[in-house]
C-alpha cells in the first residue's frame, strides 16, 4: 500500500514515473510530485523508487482567485 493525495492504493508500479503513467499523468510541465513530505524533481522521477508506506503528493497548480 501506498498513499496518493491521501488516499490508500495498492502498490502497483517500483518509481514515480511509472505512478504518474498509471494515472494518466503525461508531461512535467506545471506537475510537482513529493514523496514522504521530499519534493522529487522531474528528471529523478524515473529513479526514485517508492516503497510500501511511502506518501505520494502529486499537484498541479490551477487558476482562480
Same mark, same amino acid.
Given at each position: 500500500? #501506498? #498513499?496518493?493525495?491521501? *488516499?490508500?492504493? $495498492?502498490?502497483?508500479? $517500483?518509481?514515480? !514515473?511509472?505512478?504518474? /503513467?498509471? *494515472?494518466? #499523468?503525461?508531461? !512535467?510541465?506545471g506537475? !510537482? +510530485?513529493?514523496?514522504?513530505?521530499?519534493? +522529487?524533481?522531474? *528528471?529523478?522521477?524515473p529513479?526514485? $523508487?517508492?516503497? !510500501?508506506?511511502? $506518501?505520494?503528493?502529486?499537484v /498541479?497548480?490551477?487558476?482562480?482567485?
Amino acid at each position: 500500500m #501506498i #498513499i496518493v493525495n491521501g *488516499k490508500g492504493e $495498492t502498490l502497483a508500479c $517500483t518509481n514515480v !514515473a511509472e505512478l504518474l /503513467r498509471l *494515472k494518466g #499523468i503525461e508531461g !512535467a510541465r506545471g506537475l !510537482a +510530485v513529493a514523496v514522504n513530505g521530499v519534493v +522529487v524533481p522531474a *528528471k529523478a522521477w524515473p529513479h526514485q $523508487t517508492l516503497n !510500501a508506506n511511502d $506518501t505520494i503528493e502529486i499537484v /498541479r497548480p490551477f487558476g482562480g482567485g
